[in-house]
């Protein structure tokens, strides 16, 4: 394997492009049937980064012709009041997805919200009915969790890696990321450990692996002494020090022993929103019965 800085990078960015541009055909097809695949986001409050991430979807939605409907709620909005909007958001016609950013003010209950989500609608991957199917290995035909979809994409559909056999220390146990990337390593038939911040000698499990996910949400908690030569690692973290982003992985100390390597950003991140973009014209073709 070339051991190349540039050959070692799993360049999210590129992978994103690919996979967008695998969703251009199966628009069309559903063009040509009279049908726009259309998401919609309601986002609740004034969190300027929910705001940036919301932008970023409505913008791969402009790209790619996807119809897109932002509802902005003020942050006192009650609970009633966002229940009548998926209601209305579920039987719209126009709406194939439906996406509540994260975080919600204090006051909203996400985990109640997400199940008043249509499950053919939800694209972000989280209501009960969808996590359940995933969890049964029933992935075929699904909504995933949009980043560990993009994950399994970048490895496995864009970089060819064979995951079979492979060790695979996850180093996260969020709803969001690392419970569902469980399942998905092992149709893989990858051996998954699942670890997390209050694992006791963390070190270990992670120098045994092949492929490490990073996901602990502290930034460059991960040195070179934490991996194997040869790893391949997977950072999940996006944190923001002194005006620089950077991830969980400390990218220029864990370069030299890593043989693939995602860098943040342009990693993990572009990944989302293009798996998003996949599942809102998945949810069209299933709504519509139009798969090609």
Not at 256 to 284: D, E, W
Request: proline share 6%; charged share 20%; with cysteine.
């Amino acid at each position: 394997m070339d051991s190349t800085p540039s050959k070692k990078i799993l360049d999210g960015r590129e992978a994103s492009i690919a996979l967008k541009d695998s969703l251009v055909p199966r628009i069309e097809r559903l063009s040509t049937a009279g049908i726009i695949p259309g998401l919609a986001t309601v986002i609740v409050g004034d969190d300027p980064a929910s705001k940036i991430y919301v932008s970023l979807k409505h913008k791969a939605c402009k790209e790619l012709d996807i119809a897109s409907f932002q509802h902005e709620l003020e942050a006192n909005t009650s609970m009633n009041k966002i229940e009548s909007l998926i209601a209305r958001l579920n039987d719209d016609d126009r709406v194939h997805g439906i996406l509540v950013q994260v975080p919600l003010p204090g006051h909203l209950d996400p985990e109640q919200i997400i199940t008043w989500i249509d499950p053919r609608k939800d694209v972000d991957g989280f209501h009960p009915s969808n996590v359940g199917r995933l969890m049964r290995g029933q992935i075929e035909g699904t909504l995933v969790s949009c980043t560990p979809a993009g994950i399994m994409y970048l490895l496995v559909e864009h970089h060819g890696i064979d995951l079979t056999g492979m060790e695979v220390v996850i180093v996260s146990r969020s709803n969001i990321v690392g419970k569902p990337l469980i399942p998905l390593f092992l149709q893989q038939d990858a051996t998954v450990t699942t670890c997390h911040t209050k694992t006791k000698k963390l070190a270990f499990h992670t120098r045994r692996a092949d492929l490490v996910i990073a996901g602990t949400g502290q930034p460059k908690m991960f040195t070179k002494e934490y991996f194997s030569d040869g790893v391949i690692i997977v950072d999940v973290g996006i944190h923001r020090i002194d005006g620089n982003l950077c991830g969980d992985v400390d990218f220029e100390d864990v370069l030299p022993v890593a043989s693939k390597i995602t860098p943040v950003p342009g990693g993990v991140g572009p990944m989302t929103i293009a798996a998003l973009m996949r599942n809102t014209v998945q949810s069209a073709e299933a709504l519509h019965g139009n798969r090609g």
